[in-house]
């Protein structure tokens, strides 16, 4: 009786799926930056191109999202968990365009440590999202969500360090201002895969 309110062919799992997808290749490639021999104007137009893409998918679900009156779970849940995601590579975005813009070439250490801690949420999240089709996966992804919790209160610790290290040992102020962006901006990303985890927890306790 419900089925004329389903759009055809909308699968809003897929919609999350294909964006945490995105995230992967996003954080893949802001690791590149952390090699011996960064391009770093290559990974950052690149992650330009997957910011275009995910913003494409993440309109088309909330234009679907609108048209839709049955959804899996709950339409908030899902609204909050694309504008997060991509609130994700947005950060990563912002911080890497930073870097061109700045023409920075290398990156810092504890850029590099950011960068593996928000690929490692990244994989996490779409190990997650994955499972949410089936709720016997459910304890599974709490532990995955307990998982990225620790990864983004160690990215906390690892940020305030970096800040403290940037002001007493950076001596060129230009400098402090610009690296004090791109990190501000890459523990964003790491904040936001946590908000991913916490509304995943709120599905599943909703779910179960």
Request: proline share 2%.
């Amino acid at each position: 009786m419900f089925r004329r309110f389903l759009p055809k062919n909308t699968d809003f799992f897929d919609y999350l799926e294909q964006h945490s997808n995105l995230i992967i290749e996003t954080c893949k490639e802001l690791h590149k930056m952390s090699s011996d021999k960064p391009d770093v104007v290559a990974s950052a137009a690149r992650i330009k191109e997957i910011e275009q893409q995910a913003d494409v998918i993440t309109h088309k679900c909330t234009e679907d999202l609108l048209k839709t009156f049955i959804t899996p779970i709950d339409r908030s849940d899902i609204l909050a968990l694309i504008k997060r995601m991509d609130d994700i590579i947005d950060f990563i975005f912002a911080s890497t365009s930073r870097m061109d813009l700045y023409e920075i070439r290398e990156l810092k250490p504890e850029a590099k440590e950011l960068s593996a801690i928000i690929l490692e949420s990244a994989e996490k999240i779409h190990q997650a999202i994955s499972g949410l089709r089936n709720m016997k996966h459910a304890a599974e992804i709490k532990e995955i969500c307990i998982q990225i919790h620790h990864l983004e209160d160690h990215a906390d610790g690892l940020f305030r360090n970096a800040i403290v290290n940037l002001f007493r040992q950076e001596e060129q102020p230009i400098q402090v201002i610009k690296w004090k962006e791109i990190l501000e901006r890459l523990e964003k990303a790491t904040d936001r895969c946590d908000d991913v985890a916490n509304i995943l927890e709120k599905v599943i306790i909703e779910s179960t």
